[in-house]
């Protein structure tokens, strides 16, 4: 299981593929859920997953939407 869900630990094919997998109907998943899935061991998961998506969303492979509890949701972009 990944510590800090660096490049070497973890591929970012790898961590969309969890995205994937985490999912809901539209293909939003949370940083949390997707830290969940993977098993990432660190004292703040959600972060690791959260700060790989924002590098991803930078190069427009991934987009972002807030939902109505102010958690950060995730997709690949088409």
Not at 47 to 55: K, L, T
């Amino acid at each position: 299981m990944p510590n800090a869900l660096t490049l070497t630990e973890f591929s970012d094919r790898d961590l969309l593929y969890a995205l994937e997998e985490s999912g809901n109907e539209e293909g939003f998943a949370s940083s949390r859920e997707v830290a969940l899935k993977i098993g990432v061991e660190h004292p703040h998961p959600a972060q690791c997953v959260g700060s790989r998506f924002a590098w991803l969303k930078r190069f427009g492979i991934m987009e972002a939407k807030v939902d109505k509890d102010g958690e950060m949701q995730w997709r690949l972009n088409d």
